[in-house]
T-cell receptor, first 113, second 115 residues
Framework: AQKVTQAQTEISVVEKEDVTLDCVYE???????LFWYKQPPSGELVFLIR??????QNEISGRYSWNFQKSTSSFNFTITASQVVDSAVYFC??????????FGRGTSLIVHP | DAGVTQSPTHLIKTRGQQVTLRCSPK?????VSWYQQALGQGPQFIFQ???????QRGNFPDRFSGHQFPNYSSELNVNALLLGDSALYLC??????????????FGPGTRLTVL
């Protein structure tokens, strides 16, 4: 069985602060994919990143960065110099051998001006 | 390039009724998945359609059924609505026939309220 845990229910920061969203996963599959999505108040999930289990390189995209560590089964997401527009719910998801994706419960990020 | 579209945006039904939700995938995509997202929860996978057939199904009762048309658009039908069916229903499309590594792109969702 697959499981994704996002232990942080809600995070509140002030603009320009750095913030890290945690994601811990469980799977017995050796080949799997991890995803991060952003869900603004409008409701639509916006794809941010996909990472496969064989690629442990960290990735940076502008103010966003991702740290994938198989040793700790974690795929954490950091926003540098947060902005009000970053306020949203962020979901981590896992897809393994069953091909059925499992989402975490999400972390609500609130960025205050 | 049109993204994933869903209709209607909002819907209010009463218990016992039936509802049909619609989804048009992103241009170039052939696979459609449906999710139910209850308030404060992550999306829960309902089922996936590819080549007009249900390929994968999550842990949802038979009251939930679907269809995919030759143009890849899809419908989600829910019969005998329960109060617990109130949720945001999300459609996602992808282009790899549901393979493990496919990236799904989501629509804006349909908010269903059951009274």
């Amino acid at each position: 069985a697959q499981k994704v845990t996002q232990a942080q229910t809600e995070i509140s920061v002030v603009e320009k602060e750095d913030v890290t969203l945690d994601c811990v996963y469980e799977t017995r599959d050796t080949t799997y994919y991890l995803f991060w999505y952003k869900q603004p108040p409008s409701g639509e999930l916006v794809f941010l990143i996909r990472r496969n289990s064989f690629d442990e390189q960290n990735e940076i995209s502008g103010r966003y960065s991702w740290n994938f560590q198989k040793s700790t089964s974690s795929f954490n997401f950091t926003i540098t110099a947060s902005q009000v527009v970053d306020s949203a719910v962020y979901f981590c998801a896992l897809k393994g051998g069953s091909y059925i994706p499992t989402f975490g419960r999400g972390t609500s990020l609130i960025v205050h001006p | 390039d049109a993204g994933v579209t869903q209709s209607p945006t909002h819907l209010i039904k009463t218990r016992g009724q039936q509802v049909t939700l619609r989804c048009s995938p992103k241009s170039g995509h052939d696979t459609v998945s449906w999710y139910q997202q209850a308030l404060g929860q992550g999306p829960q996978f309902i089922f996936q359609y590819y080549e007009e057939e249900e390929r994968q199904r999550g842990n949802f009762p038979d009251r939930f059924s679907g269809h995919q048309f030759p143009n890849y658009s899809s419908e989600l039908n829910v019969n005998a609505l329960l109060l617990g069916d109130s949720a945001l229903y999300l459609c996602a499309s992808s282009s790899q026939g549901g393979r493990r590594g496919d990236t799904q792109y989501f629509g804006p969702g349909t908010r269903l309220t059951v009274l």
